[in-house]
């Protein structure tokens, strides 16, 4: 029997998907956020409901949205709100999962889509947050996607644009923030999560064809290595088809 294959960005969206549960409303980002906010509604979380950015609630796009703005995110959706009361809608509490991307990501899961350098004087200007800082202010829990190298994983992030655990237990609490925080981060090369007593970063799957050592040696600081971390399972045949000619048939995201 032959081994399924598949491309490194068609398992970083099963991931995604996998990490989605039935009866969660989710705020999904352009990318392979979106595609695998549509792959889990498809095989094993119908009743999950996708927020877009843009204000659509609950859509059924016939096709896969470019972006969380495209026209396709408010075809049938019940519910289509302005962008204020979308977020809104996360302060009250109904939003459970929320997707996010940027350039840093440090131990304590704090996000930078602001600026490389100093803030006044940077390397890099970077398109700023968005909506990032109120999802992982406010959701229930926060998932990280991005490419895993020492410099997008530095010790501390240049600037924080987005709040992660700050600098450790207690600073949400204290900053008054009411979402969860991090939960979850996906990267090419594994799948971290959050240490509950210390708040760092921990890893909890490697990718297969990757070690914990080539994680470590991408990491710009100390990860936590359980001695139980695991291979990260690969696709399955029915996640591929249904992402193949179901999900993103055109390949926008997944090739």
Same mark, same amino acid.
């Given at each position: 029997?032959?081994?399924?294959?598949?491309?490194?960005?068609?398992? &970083?969206?099963? *991931?995604?998907?996998?990490?989605?549960?039935?009866?969660? /409303?989710?705020?999904?980002?352009?990318?392979?956020?979106?595609?695998?906010?549509?792959?889990?509604?498809? &095989?094993?979380?119908?009743?999950?409901?996708?927020? $877009?950015?843009?204000?659509?609630?609950?859509?059924?796009?016939? *096709?896969?949205?470019? /972006?969380?703005?495209?026209?396709?995110?408010?075809?049938?959706?019940?519910?289509?709100?302005?962008?204020?009361?979308?977020?809104?809608?996360?302060?009250?509490? $109904?939003?459970?999962?929320?997707?996010?991307?940027?350039?840093?990501?440090?131990?304590?899961?704090?996000?930078?889509?602001?600026?490389?350098?100093?803030?006044?004087? %940077?390397?890099?200007?970077?398109?700023?947050?968005?909506?990032?800082?109120?999802?992982?202010? @406010?959701?229930?829990?926060?998932?990280?996607?991005? @490419?895993? &190298?020492?410099?997008?994983?530095?010790?501390?992030?240049?600037?924080?644009?987005?709040?992660?655990?700050?600098?450790?237990?207690?600073?949400?609490?204290?900053?008054? @923030?009411?979402?969860?925080? %991090?939960?979850?981060?996906? /990267?090419?090369?594994?799948?971290?999560?959050?240490?509950?007593?210390?708040?760092?970063?921990?890893?909890?799957?490697?990718? %297969?064809?990757?070690?914990?050592? *080539?994680?470590?040696?991408?990491?710009?600081?100390? &990860?936590?290595?359980?001695?139980? *971390?695991?291979?990260?399972?690969?696709?399955?045949?029915?996640? @591929?088809?249904?992402?193949?000619?179901?999900?993103?048939?055109?390949?926008?995201?997944?090739?």
């Amino acid at each position: 029997m032959s081994e399924v294959q598949y491309t490194p960005r068609e398992l &970083l969206a099963c *991931v995604a998907a996998r990490l989605i549960s039935d009866g969660e /409303s989710v705020f999904v980002g352009t990318g392979l956020p979106l595609v695998g906010a549509l792959l889990a509604h498809k &095989l094993h979380a119908p009743n999950m409901m996708a927020i $877009y950015e843009c204000g659509a609630v609950d859509p059924e796009p016939r *096709v896969l949205p470019w /972006s969380v703005a495209c026209s396709w995110t408010y075809h049938k959706a019940p519910t289509i709100l302005s962008m204020t009361s979308v977020f809104g809608h996360s302060r009250a509490g $109904y939003a459970d999962v929320g997707f996010l991307g940027g350039a840093q990501i440090d131990m304590y899961g704090n996000i930078n889509a602001t600026c490389i350098g100093d803030y006044d004087n %940077p390397k890099v200007r970077l398109t700023g947050s968005g909506g990032a800082n109120d999802i992982a202010s @406010l959701c229930g829990k926060v998932i990280f996607m991005g @490419l895993h &190298l020492p410099e997008r994983f530095p010790e501390k992030c240049d600037y924080i644009t987005t709040p992660g655990f700050l600098d450790g237990p207690g600073a949400r609490e204290k900053a008054g @923030l009411v979402g969860g925080g %991090p939960w979850r981060v996906i /990267s090419h090369l594994g799948v971290m999560g959050f240490d509950e007593e210390t708040c760092r970063m921990k890893l909890i799957s490697y990718h %297969p064809g990757v070690t914990p050592e *080539v994680v470590q040696q991408f990491t710009g600081f100390e &990860l936590i290595i359980p001695d139980d *971390v695991t291979e990260t399972p690969k696709p399955t045949e029915e996640e @591929l088809r249904v992402l193949r000619e179901e999900v993103d048939p055109n390949q926008l995201f997944v090739f």
